[in-house]
């Protein structure tokens, strides 16, 4: 995992992982100021080392002197060795209101050098009339542009062509979205897709993926987009890839604060849904669909307050990202966690959580056990307290009542996370319940919801669970899809085990390991 500093304002926002020569380069913004986009490198995708910024603001009269946005990196199919960073930037001459796409180039990933632009700047003008009317003439200076730029090739930065998307501030909405650039390349054609917008339509419903060919080397051409559900305010970090022949679409929605996606067998064929085309559950963004040697990860940074997504955001580990037999896409745990197995936990026995009567212990017999409760609530749990861990088991209901897991629980409160498991509707939800901190009265109580999500219930039979707390990660997985992914830390150790309500749970194949504890830095990488 990796954050900015706990005490400053500063933190972590969208981000992009470049895999090259066995280390993972992550690039990343720095909210709230984007002043510059970070760079950080990981020989395991956990632990990350700062290295030098990459890339920071313009100077004054700069395309990209007031702040910098979503950004992709990837190598330049026409220099060898080459790469580019296509990224987003905004201008203090027109108040950050116009998005626009620029490029940068490097040879090692290390250092970077932006391209040559076409910009029409009042640097060293100090007359504030000459502001006053570029600031009050944007909208038509935009038109004209992409008019005497259409017939040719476009050039950066790129900006929004009004043939197709949104391009003039002469709109209830005042301001233009033309953002989050990702480059995809198939053969010897190249497209950027962009966050933006149709010009036609509901002003909320004209989110779309912008798409523009290369067409030729550092040009771009604009196309009709390349989806338009007329449906969302915006599709933002769009990403394209293919797997197995069947080309997919991810990007993030501000309505619900999730990451989705869409399908279809042929890139200019209309864009599919499945029933549940959800990838990661609320709280989770920006996802970035990145390569490495197995194949792809899903890289996104996780937000505690969906009110506020500017702070106090963490990267979480990577997910897997595969295909389904029937087309649909899977997202499992990052093998990475499970190379951190530092020895077994002891599993011997469970005790009752609430009660006295040791009588009542559970056996673990070749990693199985059985847990019952005829009336309310009861707890199992180990007599061992742990901290980070990985848990595996296979999970059957009896009856009509409830059943969950328990994890780091306090022993004396019983306080800590309760993930309720509802096998007969197909809902997981992880909640905070416990006692608040130096309250009294009415607001002792603390109970919040952290995420939950869904599943397509079919029996309440041999559930595959998988269950991970890593640091501040929790990371919930059933028939080896990720359902739960978050970042909580009020609690960081305790018991572990199950509970049930009016049901009986037997557990198979129970097997749990003991995980090293996630470090901000590894020190030992060298600064290149």
Same mark, same amino acid.
Request: hydrophobic share 35%; proline share 5%.
């Given at each position: 995992?990796?954050?900015?500093? !706990?005490?400053?304002?500063?933190?972590? @926002?969208?981000?992009?992982?470049?895999?090259?020569?066995?280390?993972?380069?992550?690039?990343?913004?720095?909210?709230?100021?984007?002043d510059f986009i970070a760079h950080a490198i990981s020989e395991?995708?956990?632990?990350?080392?700062?290295?030098?910024?990459?890339?920071?603001?313009?100077?004054?009269?700069?395309?990209?002197?007031?702040?910098?946005?979503?950004?992709?990196?990837?190598?330049?199919?026409?220099?060898?060795?080459?790469?580019?960073?296509?990224?987003?930037?905004?201008? =203090?001459?027109?108040?950050?209101?116009?998005?626009?796409?620029?490029?940068?180039?490097?040879? !090692?990933?290390?250092?970077?050098?932006?391209?040559?632009?076409?910009?029409?700047?009042?640097? @060293?003008?100090?007359?504030?009339?000459?502001?006053?009317?570029?600031?009050?003439?944007?909208?038509?200076?935009?038109?004209?542009?992409?008019?005497?730029?259409?017939?040719? *090739?476009? +050039?950066?930065?790129?900006?929004?062509?009004? *043939?197709?998307?949104?391009?003039?501030?002469?709109?209830?909405?005042?301001?233009?979205?033309?953002? !989050?650039?990702?480059?995809?390349?198939?053969?010897?054609? %190249?497209?950027?897709?962009?966050?933006?917008?149709?010009?036609?339509?509901?002003m909320v419903r004209r989110g779309c993926v912008a798409l523009?060919?290369?067409?030729?080397?550092?040009?771009?051409?604009?196309?009709?987009?390349?989806?338009?559900?007329?449906?969302?305010?915006?599709?933002?970090?769009?990403?394209?890839? =293919?797997? !197995? %022949?069947?080309?997919?679409?991810?990007?993030?929605?501000?309505?619900?604060?999730?990451?989705?996606?869409?399908?279809?067998?042929?890139?200019?064929?209309?864009?599919?849904?499945?029933?549940?085309?959800?990838?990661?559950?609320?709280?989770?963004?920006?996802? /970035?669909?990145?390569?490495?040697?197995? %194949?792809?990860?899903?890289?996104?940074?996780?937000?505690?307050? $969906?009110?506020? =997504?500017?702070?106090?955001?963490?990267?979480?580990?990577?997910?897997?990202?595969? /295909?389904?037999?029937?087309?649909?896409?899977?997202?499992? +745990?990052?093998? @990475?966690? *499970?190379?951190?197995?530092?020895?077994?936990?002891?599993?011997?026995?469970?005790? &009752?959580?609430?009660?006295?009567?040791?009588?009542?212990?559970?056996?673990?017999?070749?990693?199985?056990? /059985?847990?019952?409760?005829?009336?309310?609530?009861?707890?199992?749990?180990?007599?061992?307290?742990?901290?980070?861990?990985?848990?595996?088991?296979?999970?059957?209901?009896?009856?009509?009542?409830?059943?969950?897991?328990?994890?780091?629980?306090?022993?004396?409160?019983?306080?800590?996370?309760?993930?309720?498991?509802?096998?007969?509707?197909?809902?997981?939800?992880?909640?905070?319940?416990?006692?608040?901190?130096?309250?009294?009265?009415?607001?002792?109580?603390?109970?919040?919801?952290?995420? *939950?999500?869904?599943?397509?219930?079919?029996?309440?039979?041999?559930?595959?669970?998988? $269950?991970?707390?890593?640091?501040?990660?929790?990371?919930?997985?059933?028939? %080896?899809?990720?359902?739960?992914?978050?970042?909580? +830390?009020?609690?960081?150790?305790?018991?572990? @085990?199950?509970?049930?309500?009016?049901?009986? $749970?037997?557990?198979?194949?129970?097997?749990?390991?003991?995980?090293? &504890?996630?470090?901000?830095?590894?020190?030992?990488?060298?600064?290149?």
């Amino acid at each position: 995992m990796f954050s900015e500093s !706990d005490w400053s304002r500063k933190s972590i @926002g969208d981000v992009d992982v470049v895999f090259h020569e066995g280390l993972y380069h992550l690039f990343y913004l720095v909210l709230p100021n984007h002043d510059f986009i970070a760079h950080a490198i990981s020989e395991n995708a956990i632990n990350w080392r700062r290295v030098d910024n990459a890339v920071f603001i313009g100077d004054p009269g700069s395309w990209d002197d007031l702040m910098l946005w979503t950004m992709h990196i990837t190598p330049d199919p026409h220099v060898p060795g080459g790469w580019r960073m296509f990224y987003t930037g905004l201008s =203090r001459r027109d108040q950050g209101k116009v998005q626009r796409v620029g490029m940068a180039r490097s040879d !090692d990933l290390y250092h970077w050098q932006k391209g040559p632009v076409h910009w029409s700047d009042t640097r @060293g003008q100090t007359d504030p009339e000459i502001i006053q009317k570029a600031q009050a003439k944007l909208s038509s200076q935009i038109s004209d542009r992409i008019k005497s730029t259409r017939d040719t *090739e476009s +050039s950066f930065p790129l900006e929004a062509d009004a *043939e197709f998307y949104e391009a003039s501030l002469d709109t209830v909405r005042d301001w233009v979205s033309f953002r !989050d650039p990702f480059y995809y390349r198939e053969g010897d054609r %190249g497209w950027l897709a962009i966050s933006g917008r149709v010009n036609h339509g509901p002003m909320v419903r004209r989110g779309c993926v912008a798409l523009y060919e290369e067409s030729s080397p550092d040009h771009f051409s604009p196309l009709p987009p390349l989806h338009a559900p007329m449906l969302y305010d915006d599709i933002e970090v769009p990403n394209i890839f =293919r797997i !197995d %022949g069947e080309y997919y679409l991810i990007g993030s929605l501000r309505e619900d604060a999730k990451i989705r996606y869409w399908h279809t067998t042929k890139i200019e064929e209309p864009w599919k849904n499945y029933y549940d085309n959800v990838v990661l559950a609320k709280g989770n963004y920006a996802g /970035r669909v990145c390569p490495d040697e197995q %194949g792809f990860l899903l890289w996104n940074f996780f937000t505690q307050d $969906l009110n506020d =997504r500017t702070a106090n955001n963490l990267l979480l580990p990577p997910k897997r990202l595969m /295909r389904r037999s029937n087309g649909q896409l899977q997202v499992t +745990s990052f093998e @990475g966690i *499970e190379r951190r197995a530092i020895g077994p936990f002891k599993t011997k026995c469970l005790q &009752p959580l609430k009660g006295d009567c040791r009588d009542d212990s559970c056996p673990v017999t070749d990693g199985s056990l /059985r847990v019952a409760s005829e009336a309310g609530f009861q707890g199992f749990v180990f007599e061992d307290q742990v901290d980070c861990f990985s848990m595996r088991c296979r999970l059957s209901m009896t009856g009509i009542g409830k059943c969950g897991i328990l994890c780091r629980i306090d022993p004396e409160s019983h306080d800590g996370y309760y993930i309720s498991l509802d096998l007969l509707k197909g809902i997981a939800q992880i909640r905070v319940w416990g006692t608040a901190p130096g309250k009294s009265g009415e607001d002792m109580m603390m109970f919040r919801s952290l995420q *939950e999500d869904f599943w397509r219930a079919t029996n309440l039979e041999n559930l595959e669970i998988h $269950l991970l707390a890593f640091g501040s990660y929790l990371e919930l997985s059933l028939q %080896g899809s990720v359902l739960l992914s978050l970042a909580d +830390s009020t609690f960081d150790h305790g018991l572990l @085990g199950f509970y049930v309500e009016t049901a009986e $749970l037997e557990i198979h194949n129970l097997d749990i390991q003991r995980l090293e &504890p996630p470090t901000q830095s590894d020190e030992h990488l060298a600064n290149g």
